[in-house]
């Protein structure tokens, strides 16, 4: 049985709580918030969890084998290294961390002490994903030719990041685990209108093949998009995730080339088929995803969603910054979780 | 009553064919096209009407007073050139032409020859467009925050000029027409999948302002999306061209900022009211167009997309084509149909 | 060559003349309407067709061997019987005759003189009836369970019948081509509040077995609406016409009954699988109905909207008119179609 | 502080614990269910509720002033008698009674012991049907012409109801709190086809005007629908409740009529405006409800869902059975809620 530890018990903390409770093999047993109020509620319904305001109670705690960290990104790093030091597996919230050298350096910490990291990029263990990444893995769409996104809404604002680092890391997660193939740049273009962090922006992935991403993220809409459009040679899927039904439909429709002989010769036809829309499984993400790392943890095994994944969406945010900060300007991440050695001594103490 | 020849009776045609022909105080006296077939067709219906299979038989014939253009663009400035020279009003479709150099020419041409030029842009005369017009000129958004636009489906390829080329001539006449600031610099991002010519690509248009505008436009859609979201400091709207009602619903959402004191003193809040679809007028964008024309041409008036907004829109193509060679490269537009004698001065006669 | 005249030339006249001259082995000969403003539009587009007010110029003209009578139901009978004398093919609009009477006597006339009656009941001829037909031929979806139609809209009002005559033909035309089973009964309720004719009906239909099915039409709707749903033992079907792409769904959704032993140990389960939707042709319908109709007449085969599918027709809605003035009492309708000799004895020459 | 004793534990009952438990001035102290496991798991999350299997211990306990009814419509009327028989205020779930009978016994009983009982007819308190009745009340929509609702979903099958008990309640306690008129008359039309039950049923409810009421019901849709259109004379409603935002869409559409000298002569013209989306309030409805009820019971004052409401839902459920089982026959309500000594006197004490 593994004991689990939460620090953080804000929006999301209850349901990490509740998700690690349903999973065999997990339990909850102590919950760290520095909000009293929360922590009565848990009180009330759950007596058997010991609560605290000192994440060290939690951090330091014999009894605990994994904390699950649960804080806005800028405290992820500190926790998540004292708890490996502390010889604790980490459960951490996306983004993974504040920048990519944090993220180096717990993963070699990690590695060194042999614990494993899962960074909670929920998104990966919906229906809707699982079942794109296995009609894209059974050659249903053929050769990808763009992913396109579009997720905006009306807030909800944070104050410590920009609408980058709040709503792509969805689409980074998601995009990395779908699409057989590294990025080799991206460019970003934002505008600010609220405060000083951008509140609309849009990015550009490149690849080394012709495939392009594109993500669309806006706190400033009017209405609620999470649509996502994957374009392959061989049919195209659109996945619409606010609707309740038929969330993923694959359209039989494409381009034909029949000779390419001369760019005015070109004869382009279309194609116009069937639409199908698979049973899209209900199963709560989350409680997937506690059982993933149990089992990662009891048999050794690497999460899908591990720290190399965390680290490469830092990698794609920071990337995505440095475009922001200059004006669209292209930027290489053609070392994409390459890790070395000298990575490493980059890792500031004082981070 | 103003006589028109037609020159070019392919998919558009006929439509200007006969709406021309509805207007008060126009006729359609001859039509031009290489297509026998097609003229034999227009023979039946409209036997008054004159055959010819030689743009010269159009632009040199003494009873027509205004040349329509609707051939491919590459063919636009040669047309238009001796239709002025031979003291015709023109009618030309977009793009208005293949560069900015042969756009400037023909304004200082019909300037000095005080012939008019009207571009077609249609959908400046559609009800929706009008409509947005009049509630952004009546505050009812406030100040534009963002401007975003989606225009994707699979086809029309066409040959000789990319997606942006193709599709983005809409946006940029509707944007720069809706829009009461200059952009001064554009980027845009694409990729070509099935021959040389971009099939898919994201324009990014800047300005002075923390204004931001956005194009998606793509060939290899599976479904048909013209979805426009222009988001307000007061209200925000949204215009789903493909539906048949309710086309344009404007939200009474928004963000509220009570403290700019600092950053993480911000007190955002969120604003979610009433939503409302206003009716929007059906009248044919086309028959408004010409009648717009000939009372433009009458009364010696300034067209709404005259050459100069032609020209504006070919600027951005043309911006959009160096951006789209240069990896994004942001390009600037800020001399945006700035017109001097120096710059005329640069048209070349072989153009 | 099939030589047509038209009779009657207001809303739906041009269309049935330009798809019987788009028909190989078909063409207008004559067109007659009382409105000359009407005749002179069409004298302009088609200079070779014969005009005239009266309808005489048409049903005795000696070279025209079909006519088609395009007018309100209430002269229906009078024409097509006048036709039928002058030994003229019939093709009518619907609904068929103002009673069954009428239309008993014409189907007697038709075939004692060896000519063919088509009742125009374009829809099924649309790629969404045929592919259902051919989906249910074949057994996709199972026994069907019910037939549920709704057909709302603003308008168009009538003012010479109630709104089931003017909507249901539709569905009653459909649902007999699709359902294998014949109704045995029907009830009708309704509400008039502009004019004494009801513009708001509720229609159900009775079959020998559990199936049932049921029609909603409406006058006074603010949305369109044409939904049908048809649930089957095996699957469901959605067809929704007023959207452009994936009118057809069908749901692998039903209900499995493992132990019918008693009401309460009965195990009912539910089946939630893929949806699909089907390519849904789009060949205009009235253009394959003109060609089936010529293919009719020269091969002596039955149309599949013959005479008697008109009768049927009629006979359900004079059931509902009688069900709608006897406070919605079952109307029997079991002689649905039979055709004797005392019958043909009922018609009043006087209709 | 009103004490709650809940009886019944399944699907409904958490809902009503929570809520009762948020309610100022009131708070659960018992629970009763027969199954252990439920319990079990309160007992963990609510420790302070007493928890029994035997409804007396909570019917008789004196610490109990409401005796929240959450069982199968079969149970209700037993446990209510006994409830105010032991002076305790009632919550009961909807259908309130089995029989009306049943419902007037329970009224007569309550009002002699001035006892306040409500039933649970939720969507009274949903932010649409409030806003609605507001709109309605204003005068908004003008005379209503109609109510139209569907209501169809695959499943939930129960046993021992049928399809009309199940979903129309919702329906008829919306349209009655609605709607200004009290019905006449209601028949219904349905068919089983799984079990001995009605799985789809379609209901009319008719009035002394010539207002008109459509229910269509359906445990074998594929599809959840739950709209409802309400025509007035100056504007129409769609309330579209599956839908997350824009649930309620006011179209200012209409027909207006110019000549009522003669059918023939009938002006009739088509107003289509503006639609609008008034924002609809998310506030809980149920705990809307329990505030209510305590409310009511504090201040002496009548629910809006009493128990005449109930009682009426009860009357028009069971004419739609009289008219099932008699083929759609007219059933009579025009004593709807009328209760008199010689009512109460006809309750079979057995019942």
């Known amino acids: 049985m593994l004991r689990v530890g939460v620090i953080g018990y804000g929006y999301w903390g209850p349901n990490i709580v509740r998700n690690f409770n349903l999973t065999d093999g997990a339990c909850v047993v102590a919950v760290c918030d520095k909000n009293e109020e929360t922590l009565k509620k848990l009180a009330v319904t759950n007596p058997e969890i010991r609560l605290c305001n000192d994440s060290s109670q939690v951090l330091e705690a014999v009894d605990i084998d994994v904390v699950a960290i649960v804080t806005p990104v800028s405290a992820h790093y500190k926790l998540a290294k004292t708890a490996l030091k502390n010889r604790k597996h980490v459960f951490v919230e996306k983004p993974f961390t504040a920048t990519s050298a944090q993220a180096l ?15 909670d990029h929920t998104f990966l ?3 809707a994903v699982r079942l794109i990444k296995k009609l894209i893995g059974e050659g249903e769409l053929g050769d990808i030719y763009y992913y396109d996104s579009i997720r ?7 104050h410590d990041v920009n609408v980058v680092w709040d709503l792509a890391p969805h689409d980074f997660s998601i995009m990395r685990y779908l699409i057989n193939e590294r990025p080799v740049a991206i460019n970003a273009w934002g505008s600010s209108h609220i405060n000083k962090m951008e509140d609309i922006a849009y990015v550009t992935v490149h690849f080394p093949s012709s495939k392009i991403a594109h993500f669309s993220v806006n706190w400033l809409s009017p209405v609620k998009v999470r649509t996502t459009l994957i374009g392959g040679e061989k049919k195209m899927l659109v996945w619409n995730d606010v609707i309740a039904d038929d969330k993923i439909k694959i ?5 034909e080339v029949q000779n390419r002989q001369g760019i005015y010769d070109l004869l382009v036809s279309y194609r116009s088929g069937d639409m199908w829309a698979p049973k899209v499984e209900q199963t709560e993400a989350l409680l997937l995803e506690c059982r993933h790392f149990v089992d990662c943890i009891e048999n050794n095994l690497t999460p899908i969603n591990n720290a190399y994944c965390g680290l490469e969406v830092v990698q794609m945010l920071e990337a995505c910054d440095i475009s922001l900060r200059n004006k669209g300007e ?22």
Request: charged content about 20%; glycine content about 8%; cysteine-free.
């Open 105 to 119: 350096d717990l993963i070699e910490t990690a590695e060194k002490a042999n614990l494993k990291i899962m960074v």
């Open 125 to 127: 263990f919906t229906g």
């Open 152 to 158: 905006v809404n009306l807030g909800l604002f944070q």
């Open 251 to 255: 359209y039989d429709k494409g381009v």
């Open 330 to 351: 292209l930027v290489s991440i053609e070392n994409l979780s390459l890790t070395s050695s000298s990575a490493f001594g980059a890792v500031d103490e004082e981070i």
